[in-house]
């Protein structure tokens, strides 16, 4: 039986959870908008903590039928805020300072928690 998008995403946060991510937040965004249904929001420690994190989102991408569509860093280093899209769901790989600054939670408010 194929998952749905809201199970992968979940399983997605609890990956984030066992690599160590920090405060992981699922929010279901789909009724707010038309290009994703689900951020996953974790907060990292350092650039090798991304990059293990990374990994762990290619292998599972790929063993999910999931395309990671793109990757964008917002700092130089790369290290302060990595997004991943995988289409469905995105998520967002934040340093402390990058999560406390944006606040992607409060910005996204209106949408349902699930975690």
């Given at each position: 039986?194929?998952?749905?998008?809201?199970?992968?995403?979940?399983?997605?946060?609890?990956?984030?959870?066992?690599?160590?991510?920090?405060?992981?937040?699922?929010?279901?965004?789909?009724?707010?908008n038309?290009?994703?249904?689900?951020?996953?929001?974790?907060?990292?420690?350092?650039?090798?903590?991304?990059?293990?994190?990374y990994?762990?989102?290619?292998?599972?991408?790929a063993?999910?039928?999931?395309?990671?569509?793109?990757?964008h860093?917002?700092?130089?280093?790369?290290?302060?805020?990595?997004?991943?899209?995988?289409?469905?769901?995105?998520?967002h790989?934040m340093?402390?300072?990058?999560?406390?600054?944006?606040?992607?939670?409060?910005?996204w408010?209106?949408?349902?928690?699930?975690?």
């Open positions: 039986m194929e998952k749905t998008e809201k199970e992968k995403a979940l399983e997605i946060a609890a990956l984030m959870e066992d690599g160590k991510g920090q405060d992981v937040t699922v929010i279901d965004v789909s009724k707010l038309s290009w994703t249904d689900y951020f996953v929001i974790t907060t990292v420690t350092s650039s090798a903590h991304w990059q293990g994190l990994k762990s989102i290619k292998d599972y991408a063993k999910n039928d999931m395309e990671i569509h793109q990757t860093q917002k700092s130089s280093q790369g290290d302060e805020w990595n997004l991943v899209d995988l289409g469905s769901v995105v998520v790989l340093s402390s300072e990058a999560r406390n600054f944006y606040e992607l939670e409060k910005l408010h209106a949408g349902e928690f699930l975690k």
